[in-house]
């Protein structure tokens, strides 16, 4: 299986911030990763795909990058509906296999 | 656009099996190339992709699940199921279904419990 290791897994900020989060493989998966933002008590919701591209209806302050083993996440300027859990997701190969999550939370 | 609703029993009985349903709204299960899936998520925990099923039938398990899961397509309801065997209270989970291997959309998700 491909491992997929998310950091921070908890990262405090503040409106208007630039965060970025870090998802590593633990081999090659070229581009072929995803993130998600994930709010209590609903389902994960796509921001990027093939690391790099924003998915329909996406804010432009969501940006992806990254290729083979190391990515990023980054929001530009932090607004108050990000405050959210973000994951990782490769589908290079079965199974496919998310990060932990990164919490981000109000400073 | 294409919606997936969940639907099932929301309580499960140790060494019971589990059989939940998607039903697939705003287009078909049979066209294009589309993977259909099925995820958990522990409470409080991360997400755990449990299978797919391809448009064609073809099926793709989580080896650590493979033994217990089924996934089938029902094309004329525009539906896919899940069948897990052998439950036990570590199944406990919210269950969603999603299209694709980039998952898109999701359905909204149905929390299932394993308990006496």
């Known amino acids: 299986d491909i491992q997929m290791t998310q950091s921070p897994s908890t990262l405090s900020a503040s409106v208007g911030d630039r965060v970025t989060i870090t998802c590593r493989a633990s081999?090659?998966?070229?581009?072929?990763l995803a993130w998600y933002q994930q709010k209590p008590g609903r389902a994960p919701n796509l921001l990027i795909y093939?690391?790099?591209n924003l998915e329909s209806g996406v804010p432009s302050r969501f940006s992806g990058s990254g290729s083979g083993t190391e990515f990023t996440l980054t929001i530009s300027r932090l607004q108050p509906d990000d405050f959210a859990t973000y994951y990782c997701?490769?589908?290079?190969?079965?199974?496919?296999?998310f990060g932990g999550g990164t919490k981000v939370e109000i400073k | 656009q294409v919606q997936l609703q969940e639907s099932g029993p929301r309580l499960v009985r140790p060494s019971e099996s589990l059989s939940l349903t998607c039903t697939v709204s705003?287009?078909?299960?049979?066209?294009?190339?589309?993977?259909w899936n099925w995820i958990r998520q522990p409470p409080g925990k991360g997400l755990q992709w449990i299978g797919y099923?391809?448009?064609?039938?073809?099926?793709t398990y989580n080896p650590s699940l493979k033994s217990r899961v089924t996934i089938s397509l029902d094309t004329s309801k525009r539906q896919f199921s899940l069948k897990m065997t052998s439950m036990t209270p570590a199944d406990t989970a919210v269950y969603y279904c999603?299209?694709?291997?980039?998952?898109?959309?999701w359905g909204q998700g149905t929390l299932v419990t394993v308990s006496s």
């Open positions: 099923i391809f448009q064609s039938g073809g099926t």
């Open positions: 093939q690391a790099s």
């Open positions: 705003g287009g078909s299960v049979s066209s294009g190339s589309d993977y």
């Open positions: 997701q490769q589908y290079d190969s079965s199974p496919l296999t």
């Open positions: 999603a299209r694709g291997l980039r998952f898109a959309p």
């Open positions: 081999q090659s998966i070229v581009t072929w």
